[in-house]
């Protein structure tokens, strides 16, 4: 059953002398209740607008979103850093109830229950953030987006900010969340492995457009977008690397007749220049724009 399904989103953002900074261009996805989605691309690719998007942050000025659900409290925010979303002056208990809603009141009992099976202990609830880890900060923020029972889970990075020795046992902690409760993630990160352990499918973004999509190993076993592989390429222990030469476009009003990574990418010809790759379907749910994408 499909949970979530985007199409054609679009977000623009005014600048000065009438310019529009296009921070998300035609980009559709689907997630199927209890699979996970991961959106990688670099930093200004739109993945965090489009997480914003979602969660009714942000308004989009295009496209679609449609959720298939029968809760007024279907998706919720991981944010990017804890210790920043967390109210400081709030106890860890009512930060957590912060998750609730504005409309339901305080529940002592599925607080202590979240709190619980996110990890934290009971005495924990009445300290404030600054007054425990950085690990058990981000267990608070997923308390708080798991407490009003979500069936999406939008994920902003949500190990960014930890140490690498606390950034796996909290990404164990949301793997067994999410197969525990059933729930449908949609996981913003720049790590690719990362998004290989986590998730079921992968798009990819390049300044607010999506350059490929489709079954994560699939993707990531051979890419058939230039970026794609770029990225796969730049991870740490990778010997043989993809270089993208040159400078990003800037997506402040990008042309809308070319490929937008054609003067980073090594095979680009005078048709990326001067055309604008459509998405092309490779094999059933894969997807890629590029002129002269390999079609392994």
């Known amino acids: 059953m499909t949970l979530l399904d985007v199409k054609a989103l679009k977000k623009y953002f005014p600048l000065a002398r009438g310019q529009l900074l296009h921070a998300v261009e035609d980009v559709s996805f689907a997630i199927k209740a209890g699979d996970g989605l991961g959106l990688v691309g670099e930093s200004g690719s739109g993945k965090s607008t489009i997480g914003r998007l979602l969660t009714g942050l942000e308004l989009a000025d295009g496209g ?49 229950e979240t709190a619980r099976s996110v990890g934290l202990d009971p005495e924990l609830l009445t300290r404030r953030p600054h007054q425990i880890s950085g690990g058990q900060q981000a267990r608070a923020g997923i308390a708080r987006a798991l407490v009003s029972e979500p069936e999406l889970l939008v994920l902003d990075e949500p190990t960014a900010a930890l140490d690498v020795s606390v950034q796996a046992a ?33 798009l990819v973004l390049y300044l607010g457009r999506v350059a490929e999509y489709g079954p994560v190993e699939q993707v990531m076993s051979a890419p058939a977008h230039p970026y794609t592989r770029a990225l ?4 740490p222990g990778k010997s043989n690397r993809v270089r993208s030469a040159g400078e990003a476009l800037s997506p402040i009003d990008p042309p809308g007749n070319a490929c937008l990574f054609h003067n980073r990418c090594p095979s680009a010809t005078e048709t990326c220049r001067t055309s604008k790759p459509e998405l092309i379907t490779l094999r059933d749910g894969w997807q890629a724009a590029c002129h002269h994408m390999e079609r392994s």
């Not at 999410?178 to 352990?197: G, K, P, Q, T, Y």
């Open 64 to 112: 679609t979103i449609s959720l298939d659900t029968s809760t007024d409290t279907a998706v919720q925010l991981v944010f990017q850093t804890a210790e920043e979303a967390l109210n400081p002056a709030f106890t860890i208990e009512r930060n957590i109830a912060v998750g609730l809603g504005k409309n339901r009141s305080s529940d002592p009992k599925r607080i202590a």
């Open 170 to 202: 909290v990404l164990k902690l949301i793997d067994r969340l999410r197969r525990e409760r059933s729930i449908a993630l949609l996981f913003i990160s720049h790590d690719l492995e990362v998004v290989r352990l986590m998730c079921d499918h992968v």
């Open 232 to 235: 796969l390429s730049s991870a």
